[in-house]
């Protein structure tokens, strides 16, 4: 999402006080190390002692009404050495529950990398959610929050995370956010808070579950292994919109390009592009999804050997699917990037279509341009997240602190290791140089097998196209009990599925179906 204004970090860095502080060793006379002194001492720093504000509240879900307690805190994670190496952030929602009563508790983050979880806390299934304009643009504040019918609270005590160096998760001591900008990094910090937070709340004993989006779902799926490594079995496992192998994308691979064509088809279906539209969206995936692992697949395997006879017929068929001319797709070597189809889709009509949500449009300001200057399915909801929450946080679950809250940890994208060790010492205990976490879910679920996995899917998310999701998890070679442990729902939405009400409604009743199975053992 958006980065963080400099201006704003600025003012975070140097406060008035600081400032004040400069002028008055000028008059005074007073050296420069005078002066860094009482600006370091204006600086705000995480806590290392552990925080928690805790609010009451009652939320109606399905008819019933629940109390619940809301916590905004902190738990400090430690190295090796014992000594404190991170602050991090979460908001907890736990049910007032008859004592002795083991609910289930689930942990859900954001992705990014490098992303804070505000927009899973702000419109998920937490007990409050923010109103929006999807699929388009939601008009300035004041914005609208409101209690969620849909939230998950009555199955599952809900804890929120942010990564560290994001929201108001700080590395502490020697520490430096690069020790955490990385797959295996995230993966260790994200255990330890886990398990900390499980300690603090003497809920060693209680059904576990995680809940990851994007980036988020990459680390999931490593992250129920390490913690059940760590002697933590849990119940189940929610991914959604999901990315678990990056080496397919890494160029001179074709895979990318099936994994793209139907969310690129059904992208033209929505927006009327196809020269005969099926009226059922569904069956026509299906159909493109044949095509896709069987002539594309084949075609693109004989690169510049193809046939101009099969070259043309593929250009064809790719044509019916996607809606972009016959010659553009040949002069793309049949080969579509993501920028470029967002680009090209509505050219004539000088627009763009989103790519967390290709519903969405935009407009460039050159419509000859190669790629999307914008994402507008991102531009149309952030502030209305970033305003809400930090609105919700302060104002409704009185939790202060001096911190500038990151919707993003600075520089961990470009910093990111993106390297991931073979899970149980595979591969000689090698790293790959690109992580397919999938291979840790994998081995998670023949360990455990109990663990239920659920991935949840947008038609129309372009940042993580739901065929790649397929691809991933139906080769993780699994046995015949195992494998059916693993199920997938669909939905008429993007990236965020939850936008939208009456999708958020139908991801309600599919995820208490979920929990109903994983907690049936």
């Known amino acids: ?129 923010v109103k929006t304009g999807s699929p388009g643009n939601t008009a300035p504040a004041p914005y609208t929050l409101e209690q969620n019918p849909y939230s998950l609270l009555d199955k599952s005590d809900l804890v929120f995370i942010d990564a560290v160096g994001a929201g108001y998760s700080r590395p502490l001591g020697e520490a430096k956010g690069k020790d955490f900008y990385g797959v295996d990094q995230d993966v260790d910090a994200f255990a330890k808070a886990i398990e900390r937070w499980l300690e603090i709340n003497k809920r060693w004993n209680s059904p576990k579950f995680l809940f990851g989006e994007s980036y988020g779902t990459t680390r999931s799926a490593a992250l129920v292994n390490k913690l059940q490594e760590d002697g933590y079995d849990f119940n189940g496992v929610v991914l959604l919109s999901s990315i678990l192998n990056y080496g397919v994308r890494q160029p001179g691979y074709d895979r990318v390009y099936t994994t793209y064509l139907p969310s690129y088809a059904a992208t033209a279906w929505y927006h009327d592009k196809l020269a005969d539209k099926p009226a059922d969206l569904p069956t026509f995936l299906n159909e493109v999804r044949a095509w896709a692992d069987g002539p594309y697949t084949a075609a693109l395997a004989k690169g510049h ?17 996607t809606g972009l001319s016959i010659d553009y797709l040949k002069s793309a070597n049949l080969r579509v990037e993501l920028g ?84 149980n010492g595979g591969g000689n205990n090698r790293r790959m140089l690109a992580p397919d976490t999938a291979l840790d879910l994998a081995n998670a679920m023949r360990t455990n097998p109990n663990l239920h996995v659920l991935s949840m899917n947008g038609w129309y998310d372009m940042a993580t196209p739901f065929f ?37 409604k139908q991801m309600r009743v599919d995820l208490e179906r979920f929990y109903n199975e994983a907690l049936a053992q």
């Open 1 to 129: 999402m958006r980065k963080v204004a400099y201006a704003a970090f600025a003012a975070m860095l140097l406060s008035t006080s600081a400032t004040a502080a400069f002028a008055a060793d000028d008059k005074a006379g007073g050296g420069k190390d005078a002066q860094v002194e009482k600006v370091e001492a204006a600086t705000a720093t995480a806590p290392v002692a552990e925080q928690a504000k805790t609010t009451s509240h009652v939320l109606s879900v399905g008819g019933k009404s629940i109390k619940y307690k809301a916590t905004a805190g902190t738990v400090t994670i430690r190295n090796g050495e014992g000594k404190p190496s991170a602050s991090v952030f979460y908001i907890a929602y736990t049910a007032d529950a008859a004592p002795g009563a083991k609910r289930p508790v689930t942990f859900l983050y954001n992705g990014g990398p490098g992303s804070a979880s505000l927009w899973l806390t702000m419109g998920s299934v937490g007990p409050v959610r």
């Open 468 to 504: 790649g999701t397929e691809y991933d998890l139906n080769h993780m070679h699994l046995d015949g009990d195992r494998k059916n442990n693993v199920s997938f729902t669909y939905y008429p939405s993007g990236h965020m599925a939850y936008l939208s009400p009456d999708v958020a």
């Open 340 to 423: 470029r189809f967002r680009k090209e889709l509505l050219r004539d009509e000088r627009k763009i279509v989103g790519r967390f949500d290709s519903r969405f449009e935009g407009v460039d300001s050159d419509a000859a341009g190669e790629d999307p200057e914008s994402d507008p399915s991102s531009t149309a909801i952030s502030s209305a997240f970033i305003t809400t929450h930090h609105d919700y946080v302060q104002n409704e679950l009185g939790y202060e602190t001096d911190l500038e809250y990151k919707t993003r940890a600075d520089g961990a994208n470009a910093a990111w290791d993106w390297g991931h060790r073979f899970p």
């Open 305 to 321: 050997n193809l046939p101009d006879a099969e070259r043309e017929a593929i250009a064809q068929q790719l044509s019916a699917y």
